[in-house]
């Protein structure tokens, strides 16, 4: 019998130890504070113990900052048991559980371990404490039958895997990526789901299948999960093995590929079509007739002709804008992907690492003493586009940070209200309400008070800074009271007009109390 033969037969054989490992981990949720937990600290110090049992002596623990829980970190636990050659085999499990939800679909306890015959039900025990189990499991029957492997073994518990990663296994590559060498193999046992709309924890995993971040390649085995909506941004290859006679349906598949994403590395898509499906894509009456490049080459050679097309001559290829660097009140430089946030030292040296909305609140109450210095603020302020602005310097996107909480009809007002000082938001639309409840366009002219009615739903749909700039006017919209300087004299001129619009303006935020 081979030692792998002698191995796996011996692994087959700890099923109390399976139970044992599965029924302590269960006890220990390790729920994310985006899921109302506290984080995986127990389960992490739970296994570093069980490792140092087994006789593993190379541990190592990364903890990737947030004070969000109560130990301030997110602990990710790399184990590493030498072979007879330096390449390794990893093998990636996560700490992290989804929540139980709601319990009353639970027979049982969903953090204690039920055993029915080979099954065992508990909230974790596959997503992923298995993975964690099998490396386990490894080590022990290593260290038991004193077997040096050929390839060296490592084991990464990490946190952060069902919300982001970014404090786990991304944290681990941007600080740590020296662990891992140009030959090594990793295993990720978390790698087949159903993600039909009928399987809840398949649909739990569709944010794998369509974040623009995920670092591991998904594939979907149903080309029309994409007719449904799912904002697969990154997707590459699209493959048609099913006929499809919907124009609509097929419009919709091979939607999601044609957006690119040169930023993330999304500059190409690919239509393998096994079908003949494509014979949809000739729809003249929407897309116009066929244009192609009769200069173009296969293989990425240049056009003729000097790379212009028709008639030689093309354009200069367009030069990238220098980015300008953000620096913090500190002088660190700040660069930002994704939602994760990295500060560095004038040496270049990385100090730490945040979540963006955790910078977000840190840079607001640096700038802002108090909730009623910013009210004061703001209501002061002339622009509140300068206030925007001002985010931007530091790399604080207000609009695209407002989609990603779901809070895009939110104002910036209470947003920032919100983000750093807890204040419950109204949404534009509420605030625009309440202006309508109030008797504010009474003493206008019917025509003026058209005009700021329009104003009014312009700042609902579109935010405070549309209604501040008097080019507004100059839209469709106001195109019934004449060109903007005809619409100004409906107010007595264009000082009264900004008079009436700083008016409105305190109308809107009329509600907000300081202090």
């Not at 449904?228 to 919709?252: N, P, R, Y």
């Not at 509420?430 to 104003?455: C, G, M, P, T, W």
């Amino acid at each position: 019998m081979t030692r792998f033969s002698r191995l796996i037969e011996s692994i087959g054989q700890q099923r109390d130890k399976v139970i044992e490992y599965q029924t302590r981990m269960t006890e220990l949720p390790a729920l994310g504070p985006e899921n109302g937990g506290t984080g995986e600290m127990p389960k992490a110090l739970y296994l570093e113990g069980l490792l140092r049992e087994l006789g593993v002596t190379d541990i190592l623990r990364i903890d990737a900052p947030d004070p969000r829980v109560p130990d301030g970190v997110r602990p990710n636990v790399v184990a590493r048991i030498p072979g007879a050659s330096p390449r390794r085999l990893w093998i990636l499990g996560h700490m992290d559980v989804v929540p139980p939800g709601e319990l009353s679909y639970w027979k049982t306890d969903p953090w204690k371990v039920v055993v029915d015959g080979d099954k065992i039900r508990g909230r974790g025990v596959e997503d992923n404490q298995q993975a964690i189990v099998c490396g386990l499991l490894i080590a022990q029957e290593l260290k038991a039958q004193g077997i040096t492997p050929d390839l060296s073994l490592g084991l990464i518990f990490v946190s952060d895997e069902e919300t982001s990663s970014r404090y786990g296994i991304h944290y681990i590559l941007k600080t740590h990526a020296d662990l891992f060498g140009p030959d090594d193999f990793v295993v990720v046992p978390d790698y087949c789901v159903r993600i039909t709309g009928s399987d809840v924890y398949g649909k739990s995993k569709l944010d794998y299948f369509i974040s623009v971040s995920s670092p591991y390649p998904v594939i979907a085995t149903t080309s029309e999960l994409l007719s449904t909506g799912a904002d697969c941004k990154m997707t590459k290859l699209i493959v048609l093995d099913k006929t499809v006679e919907s124009m609509t349906t097929f419009k919709q598949i091979i939607g999601r590929g044609t957006r690119i994403r040169e930023k993330e590395g999304k500059t190409h898509f690919v239509v393998m079509d096994f079908r003949n499906v494509t014979r949809l894509f000739s729809d003249p009456d929407w897309d116009g007739p066929v244009e192609q490049d009769e200069g173009f080459q296969h293989g990425g050679s240049k056009p003729k002709g000097g790379g212009g097309g028709q008639g030689g001559g093309g354009k200069e290829p367009p030069v990238d804008p220098v980015e300008t660097p953000i620096v913090d009140k500190d002088g660190c430089r700040v660069k930002i992907i994704n939602k994760t946030v990295s500060v560095y030292d004038a040496n270049g040296k990385l100090l730490r690492q945040e979540d963006i909305i955790d910078y977000t609140r840190t840079n607001i109450k640096g700038e802002y003493a108090s909730l009623s210095d910013f009210i004061r603020k703001w209501k002061a302020s002339d622009k509140k586009k300068t206030i925007e602005e001002s985010f931007m310097t530091m790399g604080i996107d207000l609009k695209a940070l407002k989609v990603d909480q779901g809070m895009k009809d939110v104002d910036d007002f209470d947003f920032i209200c919100y983000v750093a000082y807890g204040k419950k938001p109204l949404t534009r639309k509420e605030r625009a309400k309440n202006v309508k409840k109030k008797d504010f366009f009474s003493k206008y002219s019917a025509d003026a008070q058209a005009v700021l009615d329009i104003l009014l739903d312009k700042y609902m749909n579109q935010g405070i800074t549309e209604v501040e700039d008097i080019k507004v006017l100059s839209l469709a919209d106001f195109a019934n009271y004449g060109k903007p300087a005809k619409i100004v004299k409906l107010f007595g001129g264009k000082a009264q007009y900004e008079a009436a619009v700083r008016e409105l303006e305190a109308s809107i935020y009329e509600e907000v109390e300081v202090g």
